[in-house]
């Protein structure tokens, strides 16, 4: 039968009468205590607003404590960054060393209080801007434990708003049920903020004395073996074809409105200039996963304007400033059969299946490539 | 370069500075929103020895809409198409602003270690995954082979 020390028996009812639910004690079935944990924060008279950092400090009792050390350990840090939490970590190893043979894990959370009474400012960088915390930000604390300054919290709150209110009107009016929150960034918890109040703040110090970067020689070599690599692939017929694959037609599955769409290739010369929507808006719905489509009604509403823009614009292809939707000009046109390419791929690309049922291939790419480099550089 | 964001900036030194082991990401030197990719193929995959190139593009409002990214080497994969488009939550709905250049492509590279045929893009090549992995296996390490190794 194991029994325990006891001045550890002792030392646990302490902790618990001082600390109460601060600390949590760990027991093996038998009644031993093996571990404690405790949450810590920076003294600041129970204003939890106030407290910027914490951490969980872990002490694991080896058999042979009080006389040899514990096992300790830092867990969830919050608003630290590495070196502090060295710092810590070597003042807890030198106090285990000092004090074998007594009771140690009140002094150790007393140290790590003290230490982040001292440094109570979120050391890590905001995750939104990369910037850190300057005396005199406007910043928030998540109720997570996360810290943005206002200002950047403000911008991703309006985004995800905007976001959601979209997609909720693409549902039916059953469907819409469900209410806004903002998510923290990086843990995808509710948090609860204000954004009118938090748009007010501005710019991060950090963010607005940032320097500018000027472009190195690592930086041109790397972009000399990007171009190389990229030649080398092209040689071997490694890089995808955008232009080849257009000649395809593809098939996008809807429950009620096939639709074919290809391009016409007397307009890729104008889709070269619309350099506007080149890099961003066009791979906004070409990014887009085939399987997003079919849920959204307005689709094939979009599908009927689109087409009918397009239209339009080939009439005056000179007019290659393609603004807002960026999508390149697209006709809806007779299918045609497929080049020869890569026979793994085709027969199947064609949008039929062996069932003979179209399939959502979603197509919507053209005039990247080469095409969008060229563009991106010509800007 | 100017208007260029502060964020982009600081991901850019540090991309250059500390690059991600497998990874290298380079803008382009005209356009410091478009840049030029190379993911390694990653070990004890069907892609490994491979080098593929992507094109990744930040978008106006980046970092509160993810960055644009697809695949310029063809690549054997059932969540990538023909076209070198990803299927990956975190580059739609999933997006975060806490995610950045470095995260979205080790994501993407961890997508090659874990080829997922239940949610394809490419059909064809998520079918035969499903249906005959070992072929699949042999396609992807053939079509690495073929496109993206060095000489």
Redesign the interface.
């Known amino acids: 039968m194991e029994t325990v020390d006891e001045r550890v028996t002792e030392e646990v009812e302490a902790l618990e009468a001082i600390l109460m639910d601060d600390v949590s004690i760990k027991s093996a079935p038998n009644g031993i205590p093996y571990a404690v944990e405790a949450v810590v924060f920076p003294a600041t008279a129970d204003d939890t607003d106030q407290q910027y950092v914490r951490v969980t400090l872990e002490v694991k009792l080896t058999p042979g404590y009080p006389d040899n050390a514990p096992e300790v350990f830092l867990r969830n840090p919050r608003g630290l960054d590495d070196d502090q939490l060295r710092i810590i970590m070597e003042q807890i190893e030198e106090k285990c060393n000092n004090c074998c043979g007594d009771p140690v894990i009140y002094d150790l959370i007393e140290l790590v209080r003290e230490h982040l009474t001292s440094s109570n400012l979120p050391a890590c960088p905001c995750?939104?801007?990369?910037?850190g915390f300057s005396e005199g930000d406007h910043f928030i604390k998540t109720s997570c434990y996360h810290y943005y300054h206002a200002h950047?919290l403000a911008?991703?709150a309006s985004?995800t708003e905007k976001f959601f209110n979209e997609e909720q009107e693409k549902l039916p009016h059953f469907q819409r049920s469900k209410t806004f929150e903002v998510?923290c960034?990086?843990c995808?918890e509710p948090i609860k903020c204000d954004v009118e109040t938090l748009s007010k703040a501005s710019l991060p110090l950090a963010?607005q004395n940032?320097s500018?970067?000027e472009?190195d020689e690592?930086?041109?070599e790397?972009?000399d073996y990007?171009?190389a690599?990229?030649i080398?692939?092209k040689e071997?017929?490694?890089?995808?074809d955008?232009d080849a694959?257009d000649n395809k037609v593809l098939l996008v599955n809807e429950p009620y409105y096939v639709v074919i769409k290809s391009v016409s290739q007397n307009l890729v010369g104008s889709s070269t200039s619309q350099s506007n929507c080149l890099?961003?808006s066009c791979?906004?719905s070409?990014?887009?996963?085939?399987e997003?489509e079919p849920e959204t009604p307005r689709w094939r509403q979009r599908q009927i304007e689109q087409q009918e823009r397009q239209r339009q614009r080939a009439l005056q292809q000179r007019d290659g400033h393609g603004h807002g939707h960026g999508r390149p000009p697209q006709q809806p046109r007779l299918p045609k059969p497929p080049p020869p390419t890569?026979p793994?791929?085709d027969g199947?690309?064609d949008g039929v299946?062996g069932n003979g049922t179209q399939?959502s291939?979603?197509r919507q790419?053209r005039g990247?490539?080469r095409g969008?480099?060229l563009n991106?550089?010509?800007? | 370069m100017a208007s260029l964001p502060r964020r982009i900036i600081k991901e850019t030194q540090r991309l250059l500075q500390e690059p991600v082991p497998g990874i290298s990401a380079v803008p382009d030197e005209n356009n410091a929103r478009y840049f030029h990719v190379i993911v390694t193929g990653p070990e004890g995959s069907p892609f490994e020895g491979g080098l593929f190139k992507l094109e990744l593009f930040l978008p106006e409002d980046y970092p509160m809409s993810a960055p644009k990214v697809r695949f310029i080497t063809k690549i054997y994969h059932p969540n990538i198409d023909r076209l070198g488009r990803i299927c990956l939550d975190i580059l739609k709905d999933k997006w975060s602003p806490a995610l950045q250049i470095r995260t979205v492509l080790l994501s993407i590279q961890a997508l090659l270690s874990a080829p997922n045929p239940d949610d394809p893009l490419a059909n064809d090549v998520a079918e035969l995954w499903r249906v005959n992995e070992a072929e699949a296996i042999r396609n992807a390490k053939e079509w690495t082979r073929k496109y993206a190794m060095e000489d």
């Open positions: 995750t939104i801007c990369l910037y950047c911008q991703h985004k998510l960034p990086i995808r963010v940032a500018i970067m472009p690592k930086l041109r790397m972009q990007m171009s690599l990229y080398q692939q071997k017929g490694g890089i995808i955008p694959a890099g961003e791979t906004n070409e990014m887009a996963t085939p997003e890569k793994e791929e199947d690309e299946d399939r291939i979603g790419r990247r490539g969008a480099r991106h550089r010509n800007r």
